[in-house]
């Protein structure tokens, strides 16, 4: 928490208070089959936005990343969007 609050973190940190992996898992995401790694991109509203077991796809990563940016530049969004 004070590395946190030293850099000044503005998002919702929460702490998994269970040494029970397999709660961690249920309690953090309930299509994780315990593959490593496993990469999740979880938007400030809670929605999951990229989830990857195994390596990561750099540039579906990336994509997903620069089309949920808020911007004013119409169309911005729409070019990123992965398909």
């Known amino acids: ?17 269970s040494t029970d992996t ?4 249920a309690a ?9 790694p496993y990469t999740v ?3 400030p509203d809670g929605q999951v ?4 077991e195994g390596e990561v796809d750099l540039l579906e990563l ?3 990343i620069l089309a949920n ?5 119409p169309g911005f969004r729409e070019y990123w969007v992965t398909r």
């Not at 953090?28 to 490593?36: I, T, V, Y």
């Not at 936005?49 to 990857?52: I, M, P």
């Not at 940016?69 to 530049?73: A, G, K």
């Open 1 to 17: 928490m004070k590395f946190l609050e030293k850099q000044h973190a503005t998002s919702r940190n929460l702490l998994f208070a």
């Open 62 to 64: 990336r994509r997903t």
């Open 22 to 25: 397999y709660a961690l898992q």
């Open 49 to 52: 936005l990229y989830r990857r």
């Open 41 to 43: 991109l979880i938007a």
């Open 69 to 73: 940016l808020q911007t004013d530049y």
């Open 28 to 36: 953090f995401d309930a299509k994780w089959e315990s593959a490593l």
